[in-house]
Nanobody, 113 residues
Framework: QVQLVESGGGLVQPGGSLRLSCEASTRIFRLYTMGWYHQAPGKQRELVATITGGGSTNYADSVKGRFTISRDNAKNTVYLQMNSLKPEDTGLYYC???????WGQGTQVTVSS
């Protein structure tokens, strides 16, 4: 099992930016496809971005052009750069490794004026 610790959330105005980080406890981090997930209040968790070990990325339509996922395999860390934030981006953000059954505590993002 991979343990995950997310950080970087906060309160931001619409149109603002945040950078989320997620550190994973695994010696084979570079082999995992990593994903960021968004859970809006009262809704199910949804996948918003993925990145393979080789750096190929994919995004949900709702965040395309605004969010960028990246990774630093030397630091066992995956990032989510969030620009042009909207109120509907509010919620908990989690990262996870493909197939990993354990979830971290998430980091809260609130977009509000």
């Amino acid at each position: 099992q991979v343990q995950l610790v997310e950080s970087g959330g906060g309160l931001v105005q619409p149109g603002g930016s945040l950078r989320l980080s997620c550190e994973a406890s695994t010696r084979i981090f570079r082999l995992y496809t990593m994903g960021w997930y968004h859970q809006a209040p009262g809704k199910q968790r949804e996948l918003v971005a993925t990145i393979t070990g080789g750096g190929s990325t994919n995004y949900a339509d709702s965040v395309k052009g605004r969010f960028t996922i990246s990774r630093d395999n030397a630091k066992n860390t995956v990032y989510l750069q969030m620009n042009s934030l909207k109120p509907e981006d509010t919620g908990l953000y989690y990262c996870n490794a493909d197939g990993n059954p354990v979830w971290g505590q998430g980091t809260q993002v609130t977009v509000s004026s």
